[in-house]
């Protein structure tokens, strides 16, 4: 299959006129999307800014992790698709038809390996003068082939994202800060909630205990004996996310913020001191605002044999970083190590 599509979409490619005019118009499209990741690119979005300042970029991602963009002034428009099976599959094909009709000069499509026939097609069909996608099995149409690989040694930033910036002719040096803009509403609602319920003039400690698996998440009982430990040994004020669990037996001296709006606990990740969190989405949040932060990872949801460097190809990319592992489960890890952790790093 992938061998007839490479062949029919080359073959068809012929046809087309390759135009050398200037890039106005420019489509980010990634709909399979997470948090990390939307933060991770909010840095390339604002180099291809750069890069194409005369530029409209619009941007196409799935409806939950939009929110995250949506004040972004990179961004002309933001096209949102829903994240279930079935209803994706239907939207990327009318996409397809609207984005046709827009004529776009630059698709970008990161950081997809372009195995996918289903996926080859779209991007050929949506006609963009230029295409900008991975290219490990010889589609001609791909006018910037991009080769990447999860098996090296460093972050996604420099991997994927430079070498696309360098692909389209950007000669850096590259600013690889992520950055979130936030409404001033979602500033308010933060510090409100922290003058109300944190102590004043003591640091916090936020801490998220939740993560995408069960592997990733701690145990309701577990966390109790973190925080318990944390409010003991450390002089912070302890402050839990929770997204899923709520935490009814937490100390009183614990605050819990309890909050699926992505962007009020990023204006709380905003205002904490130090951030101990599983491998989830707040901890790249935590480096778009250059925390001090312990990372508890499982090596069974790294794939450790066979992506050895995940943990740093996908993780932060901040310095101050801790990464603390176990091989089942982050329930695993010892909790003085990650006390430890916190008096090392801690400011």
Known sequence: MQALVRKMLNFLYRFRKKEDSDIR???F???SSAVGDTVIETFFIREVKKRYPQAVLNIAILAPYAVLLEHNPDIRH???MPVDTGPKLVWLMLWAFVFRRKHYDLLLDLPHNGYAPFRQILLYFIGARQTLSCNTQGYDFITYPLMWTENVPRHITEEVYIKALKLLGGGGPFDV???LYLPADSWAQAQRFVQSYCQAGKKILLFNPEGSKKTRTLTPARVKEM?????KTTPFQVLVLSHKQIYSDLPKAAVLFHSSDLLQ???IVSLADY???VDTGILHIADAFNKPMTVLFAENNIIQTQRPYVEYFWGSKNPCTCRLKAKQSVNEIEMSAVVSSISKNRI
């Open 227 to 231: 925080v318990e430990l944390f409010l």
């Open 29 to 31: 499209l990634f709909p």
């Open 275 to 277: 951030v101990v969190t």
């Open 265 to 267: 606990t990023a204006a």
């Open 25 to 27: 118009r420019i489509l």
């Open 78 to 80: 933001i096209y949102k």
């Open 177 to 179: 800060q992520y950055y």
